[in-house]
């Protein structure tokens, strides 16, 4: 829990760490009706990107680390930003094309805050995140790793990413 900048009133955020399939929709409508107050609730819902031949996905991490590094990405953005509420949902594991691999909600007053605490969220978790990731193509693995164009959208925030 960490408290709001502007009001010191203390906010949750509501971060979990998945193994199996979760419903972004439900997950969505759940968030909303937890926070009528909120003037804006962004999201974005990354999923398993169909097309290049690729056949699966898998997220690997190791455990003792990722879900208190999520918890403390959370702390980071309802610390910055003037939030209601925050909603991260994270699956590991084998995953196919077109399902869901990330939910990020954020619930503010104003939209800007909730844009930002978002987009804040989804570099960190792309650039500095604690998962390892590979794709399966043509019945066999290989590791990808994060494209130059991830830790220049994490530079943003002030949060280098490894040299």
Do not use: C
Not at 85 to 104: A, F, T
């Amino acid at each position: 829990m960490a408290s709001n900048p502007k009001s010191g009133t203390a906010v949750a955020a509501d971060v979990r760490l998945v193994e199996t399939p979760f419903d972004p929709s439900a997950e969505l409508a759940h968030f909303t009706a937890a926070h009528p107050s909120a003037g804006g609730i962004v999201s974005f819902l990354g999923q398993v990107r169909a097309g290049d031949a690729v056949e699966a996905l898998e997220l690997k991490h190791y455990g003792p680390l990722t879900l208190p590094g999520m918890r403390g990405l959370a702390a980071s953005a309802l610390g910055r930003w003037d939030l209601l509420g925050l909603l991260i949902v994270h699956r590991s594991g084998i995953m196919n094309p077109g399902e869901p691999i990330v939910l990020v909600a954020a619930a503010a007053r104003h939209r800007r805050d909730a844009f930002a605490a978002a987009d804040f969220a989804m570099d960190h978790l792309k650039s500095e995140s604690w998962f390892w990731k590979r794709e399966r193509v043509g019945g066999a693995w290989r590791w990808i790793e994060p494209r130059p164009d991830d830790y220049a959208d994490l530079a943003r925030w002030d949060m280098p990413g490894p040299v």
